[in-house]
């Protein structure tokens, strides 16, 4: 797309971009500081390794009833409320250090009810997004929004945290929540589309079921996936990819540093490689989409990554993995770019919140039983995960690649919003009979 045919994504997408760099701002310190407060505690790993378990068990337990609740609310106040809980979180975090009573338990606490609401706030960010721009615009927009949260997460709060924490662990905890309670405010001033609420109201005006009660709406998102060949197979394609790749990068830590001989005081550094790739392929997949289609741009990108992971386990050379993984993660942020903005113009608006759940329950479920199954197998040889995960993931691209090269563009979809919106209501009068002349 050339400067000339460029479209100013506008205000309220700037509004929800600065609220999401707060936001993340916010997760990037949290992230970073509770591990190295749980290392002051105690030096237990089993203890330690709950802070890592805790986190991710909200998606599991939590991202449906989330999605539920994000399609059945306006969206600004879902947004809202996660980050005034995640604020109200910050703030407890900051007082029983500063009193010096935390303990291992407030950490789990905090970091369980943490993740929680960050189910809340993924799924409404997501939802709010294609609310405020066309079809067409959504894989540019997601592409800013993948670069601010890896630049503020793995360049700003990380490092910055771990700097500050030697000086008191006080300035990064208070730091965390104000910066989410700027992000509360922003979230309140975003227009009154951002709330989600037309999709409902257009659906029931051209005579669509009525929304039964919550309870009811666990299976919604199910439901809808499976009614689509497309979102059917391309979850399955998905979640196999997901445990494929977290199967082969279990034990990346020890590789390098145990095997490899990286220093630890390097392995932050060496990491950025990563971090690099992801926000290189960030700027450059609205270009990728609009010269070759989402379908072959992700067909490749999907046996590209795999080859990347294959070449960490087999080039013994810190130069070579460093190149392998820039290609794996920046591989893996053009798919994540291109298949977000595709389900967001499949999924009717109404659905987005349960459906997204649904999506991330599955898949992000079952990362950690791909990690624990790849850390077995490091058990025998460092290498082999990389080479049996990413030989997995290259044969799952090729088997399913004729199928990723028919994926349409986003704008291409007609998931029926934009005519339940554009119909006039049934309460609207009819406009007045003339009265013939006489």
Known sequence: MTAKTRVPLGAAFANVFTANIASSLGDGIARTAIPLLAVRITDDALFISGIAALAMLPWLLFAIPAGILIDRIDRRVALATANTVRTGLAITLFVVTATGNLTIWWLYAIIFIYGIFETVYDGAIRAVVPSLLPKAQLPRANSLIEAGEQVIQSFVSGPATSLLFAVSALIPLGTNAAVYAIAVVLALFLPAVASGRQY????????GAAEGPWYKQFVD????????????????????????????TASFVLYLIGQLGLPEELFGIFMLT???????????????????????????????????VVMVGLIHNLWAIAIGWFVVSGSITVWNILIMSLRQSIIPGRLLGRVHGTWRTLLWGSMPLGSLLGGLVGRIDLTLPFVIGGGASVLIGLVWYRFLMRLPNPEDVDNGDEAALAAPSEAAPAPPTPIPPT
């Open 200 to 207: 409902a109201a257009a659906h029931a005006r051209t005579g």
């Open 221 to 248: 998102g199910w439901n809808f996936i499976m009614t689509s060949r497309l979102l059917k197979t391309l979850w399955l394609l998905s979640t196999l990819t997901g445990m494929a790749i977290s199967f082969a």
């Open 274 to 308: 990563g971090a690099v790739g992801a926000i290189a392929a960030s700027v450059v997949t609205q270009q990728l989409k609009v010269r070759f289609g989402t379908g072959p741009t992700v067909a490749a990108v999907n046996v590209l990554a795999g080859l990347g």
